[in-house]
């Protein structure tokens, strides 16, 4: 009775790993998370109140199912100024329930059986879910740590296909916490793919910059949304832009399956992107955050874990565990049960992610000393036992 779409996804393991530690916690265990990708932060005031007061006025009904038009005017004026882009025609962008569905409608749209997207191995662990449900096939390309995990393009070159439609890239990335170089950007651009830009994590960077796939080619598609850099995880707010011959497939899809985003949460998104306190907002969150990034690197090196290039984008960690085990997985339930830190292995995010675990700096910093105290006195008795 099930189907074999449905039987070729692969279980999200960092959500195995936290629903474990919260039936722990259930039980009275005190577990330190540094497993979710989630903000710690509360939504800023003002998002808030923009909700509620949507809420107030009666917004409450279907929107236009490409989103509200002054929430895709406030989204494309965004992209413009953050990185001096010509202007965008609104009409391309699409706003939806949080940037998944954003790239499972774009991919029902442009992919056919049999198509591959390439992916960087590591990468985010749905994405080669969302490939195979829409039909495709994900083409692996391995990323190495020397590099900060970034792609080769070279490598692309040589492993793509006739079939090779799209490739997938995501910076900062998820698990990586690393960015994509510029000159890298453009040498993948410049191989004529249609390339998929995951900007999910844009706005999180402590050093350098993040640049934006559309700096260097229009054939392309972004997903970008409101849950990260903003602290709206739940209220599932996302978007996409596309090119314009992709708006109406797009949007015939959002009409059948989705027929629009929340109409109070837009009105709480075009807040975030327009209301002048959240710059403030922002910048004491990414100073947050960035005091946590120093503080986990350093410890972790301390601990015995290896990172070769600093991460400076997204709030995760991505460290090489070799020391301590050779099967991520089993080393992440056994820290969770014995340590009680929660932790994300590798192997969640591909193959070429064995070996490493995935720690996220998305709590306070208290907490996190915690963790990694409790970490470091569980691997000293390991070992030494």
């Known amino acids: 009775m099930i189907s074999g779409r449905v039987q070729d996804i692969k279980p999200f393991i960092v959500m195995d790993v936290l629903e474990k530690a919260q039936a ?9 998370h540094l497993e979710v990708g989630e903000p710690d932060f509360d939504t800023p005031a003002c998002i808030r ?6 809420l107030d006025r009666g ?10 038009p002054e929430l895709r005017q406030a989204i494309a004026q965004h992209y413009q100024n953050s990185y001096g882009l010509a202007p965008i025609n609104p009409e391309r962008v699409i706003v939806t329930m949080g940037s998944s569905p954003a790239i499972l409608v774009a991919l029902a749209a442009v992919l056919e059986n049999g198509d591959e997207v390439v992916l960087s191995d590591p990468h985010y662990a749905c994405y080669p879910n969302f490939i195979r449900f ?13 590099d900060g ?7 692309i070159r040589k492993q793509a296909t006739s079939r090779t439609k799209a490739i997938f890239i995501n910076s900062p990335a998820n698990p990586t916490g690393n960015l994509l170089d510029a000159d890298r950007m453009q040498a993948i651009a410049d191989l004529g793919k249609l390339v998929l830009s995951d900007e999910i994590y844009h706005g999180l960077v402590y050093e350098g910059r993040a640049h934006s796939i559309f700096e260097f080619t229009d054939h392309c598609i972004v997903f970008n949304g409101f849950s990260k850099l903003y602290a709206m995880t739940g209220l599932r707010l996302g978007y996409l832009i596309v090119p314009e011959e992709l708006v109406r497939p797009v949007q015939k899809i959002v009409q ?5 985003a929340t109409s109070v949460v837009q009105w709480a998104g075009y807040t975030a992107l327009t209301d002048p306190g959240m710059t403030e907002e922002i910048r004491a969150m990414l100073h947050t955050y960035d005091t946590r990034r120093r503080f986990m690197i350093r410890r972790l090196r301390e601990i015995g874990f290896g990172i070769r290039v600093d991460p400076t984008g997204a709030f995760y960690v991505f460290a090489n565990a070799g020391r301590f085990t050779r099967d991520s997985y089993a ?16 192997i969640d995010f591909g193959e070429h992610g064995e070996g490493y675990i995935r720690f996220s700096y998305a709590n306070s910093l208290d907490n996190i000393s915690e963790g990694l105290a409790r970490l470091e006195r569980y691997l000293a008795g390991r070992s030494g036992s």
């Open 24 to 32: 722990m916690e259930r039980a009275g265990t005190s577990i330190i």
């Open 331 to 346: 080393f992440a339930f056994e820290v969770l049960e014995h340590a009680h830190v929660g932790i994300t292995p590798g």
């Open 256 to 260: 059948n399956f989705f027929i629009s």
């Open 59 to 68: 917004d409450t009904h279907y929107t236009h199912s490409l989103g509200i």
């Open 49 to 54: 109140d923009a909700a509620h007061q949507a």
């Open 149 to 155: 995990f970034q792609y080769r393009p070279d490598d």
């Open 134 to 146: 829409c039909g495709g096939i994900p083409q692996t390309i391995p990323v190495f740590e020397d």
